[in-house]
């Protein structure tokens, strides 16, 4: 259960960690069906052509029962909302790294898009439309060498500003990234370490990154997003962790 102290660290940095949220047998029999889609072999190293393997989402069984862990759907209450949410149908994607000397092409600074536009395009909103968490769950371990997510701790608060006068049509994803990645360039660093079955609960407008892989075993991680039943009301009186930190963020420095 997410203590006091939990939402405060997720309005404050941006995300919280919950160690062991899925429990052992879960991740084993949804990282066995993670390595069978991607074609290779986890006992022969020969076949991790590839730095990154990017798979789609995954609704069998076993997913579905870890995305719906009753810890996470707790933290889901606290963070977003009693009955604001939509219960995962199951977990995805996966980016797959697997350690490679080279440069994996997808290990940029952004923020998650959260909805498309009339064009198909990603967008973002001030009231988060089409996302309410972007998640971040770990079937495997994952070490400072096992290409952990990297996150700019508070640069969620650092957001709102650039989408304020958008309203909730939003801004296109890629020109906003363009303005937050800069803003948020002197943000302290940490990533997203920790053992197989944690999973870290991130503010949709969090900017993290991937990064090379320099270990010895792939990582397995699905980041799917928590959809919202509504988008956010900035006008209400009592606001949620995911409101205040927008509020935060929208106070003048």
Do not use: K
């Not at 991607?38 to 870890?66: K, S």
């Amino acid at each position: 259960m997410l203590t006091d102290d939990d939402v405060e660290t997720f309005v404050r940095d941006g995300f919280v960690h919950l160690p062991g949220a899925v429990p052992a047998d879960l991740v084993d029999a949804c990282r066995a069906e993670l390595w069978h889609a991607t074609g290779c072999d986890p006992d022969d190293p020969a076949t991790w052509t590839e730095p990154v393997v990017r798979l789609g989402g995954f609704a069998t069984p076993p997913f579905r029962a870890a995305a719906n862990m009753p810890v996470l759907h707790a933290a889901f209450d606290r963070l977003v909302g009693p009955g604001r949410w939509v219960a995962p149908g199951g977990i995805g994607t996966f980016p797959v790294r697997f350690p490679s000397a080279q440069p994996p092409g997808d290990d940029g600074w952004h923020l998650e898009g959260s909805f498309a536009g009339d064009a198909g395009e990603p967008r973002v909103s001030i009231d988060s439309r089409g996302r309410a968490l972007l998640m971040l769950f770990l079937f495997s371990d994952v070490g400072p060498d096992d290409a952990p997510t990297r996150v700019r701790v508070g640069s969620h608060l650092d957001v709102p500003p650039f989408l304020a006068d958008a309203g909730t049509a939003g801004r296109p994803w890629f020109p906003l990234c363009g303005d937050v990645v800069p803003a948020t360039e002197g943000r302290p660093e940490v990533t997203a370490t920790g053992a197989a079955g944690d999973v870290f609960l991130c503010h949709p407008f969090l900017v993290h990154a991937a990064q090379p892989h320099h270990g010895t075993v792939p990582r397995f991680m699905g980041q799917p997003p928590l959809l919202p039943t509504g988008t956010l009301d900035l006008s209400g009186t009592d606001p949620t962790p995911i409101e205040r930190a927008i509020l935060l963020g929208l106070q003048p420095s």
